[in-house]
């Protein structure tokens, strides 16, 4: 099949390629080339949230809209696979290409930039895709938020079953939409991950099916495009590529070995697509390394903890729950210590950035009274207040540069 390349990403349509398709190559450079400059997320279009929606729309659910344009590319799909590659940014795909030609080949002939919503962080981009909503409307604002009321900081990636899940994110997923409208719906992720409450806020409405590699989870994801005959959607999380950028930083051994299994894994997938599905690619944030020169470490600082009451976010982008009275305090102090390394703003400025999309009055308290946005490679770590580890990590994200809010979005028909 010969691959239509895609137009640049303020056009909506997507190109589409099968097997042939694949090749050695590299993406051209599509919006921001300097990877630390700000980009904001275009949410309505050309962003995350608007991925399953325009599955949907793909596989006929009445009332999606396909707001990526890939309905004219895609006709005839009835199977809808969707894989989320944890930290594969658009900028990241020129590294990763000499490891991974099939991801090289896809990006640079049926690719396009996306943007992730704000934060740039793995909780918050799993609920904008699978709700279709914008980080404010959904609830999932970062990383670690406050518990509002409360002292307690809630991390995402380890919540359990407080707050209740479907109350802390009240939005429909696009899952239980498609499974109303008589969708088979399949989530493929870790085992250990059923669930969680981050799953059952991003993914509740789909049969979840147990994965432990990269192997299993190609297997699973094509077992369910092939049964039955009806229309089916299946969503797919692969974690590694994140993990080993954390551990080792970008292009580190650990994240070329990492990089090679995202490859075999594209592979698989774009080979075994039935002749009537089709495979969106696309990812939750970018990574950049954060040099040990360009950390500020918030324990170490008696100006930076003064007035602070909880301190929530990630070392990219922090949330400053302040005593009462002291947000100009914090803010001057910040704003004297971190200098161009950051961008510290109070709750309501941060807010009518358009950062988050709209937020509603009960989504308020969990953003910090203020939100510090880290430029550059600068990071705000805190090591006596989090886990060690957090502070010993070597790529980030969570901020707003392109290298951390661009991903891409690949499609594939069979």
Known sequence: MTPVVPPPAEEPPAGLAGPAGRGAGVPPPRGPVDPLAPVPPRYGGASLADVLPSALAVLGVPGAVDLLGLTPALAGVRRVAVLLVDGLGWHQIPTAAPHAPTLAGL???????????????????????????????????????RVPDTDRVLSHIEWTGDPEPLRWQPVATQLERARAAGVAVTVVSRPEYAGSGLTLAA?????????????????????????????????????????HGHLSGVDSPPWRAAATVVDALLARLVDGLPPDAALLVTADHGQLDVPQADRIDFDADDRLRAGVRVLAGEPRVRYLHV???????????????????A????????????????????????????????????????????????????????????????????????
């Open 343 to 414: 961008r510290v703003l109070r709750r309501e400025e941060a807010v009518a950035t358009g950062w988050f999309g709209p937020v509603p009055e009960a989504h308020l308290g969990r953003i910090g009274d203020v939100v510090v946005v880290c430029r550059g490679t600068s990071a705000v770590v805190a090591t006596r207040s989090e886990h060690p580890m957090d502070a010993r990590l070597v790529a980030y994200h969570g901020s707003d540069t392109a290298a951390e809010m661009t991903i891409p979005l690949l499609v594939v028909r069979g």
């Open 203 to 243: 993914n509740r409405g789909g049969d979840y099916r147990g994965a432990a590699d990269a192997d299993a989870l190609a297997t699973a994801m094509l077992a369910a495009l092939h049964a039955g005959t009806g229309p089916a959607l299946v969503s797919g999380y692969h974690p590694d590529l994140d993990r």
């Open 107 to 145: 990006a640079a002939t049926v690719g396009r930039p996306l943007t992730c919503g704000f934060p740039s962080t793995t909780p918050t981009s799993l609920v904008t895709l699978g709700t279709g909503a914008a980080p404010g409307a959904h609830g999932v604002l970062g990383f670690r938020v």
């Open 323 to 341: 005593a009462p009275g002291a947000a100009d305090d914090v803010v001057a102090a910040w704003e004297a210590v971190l200098g161009d390394a």
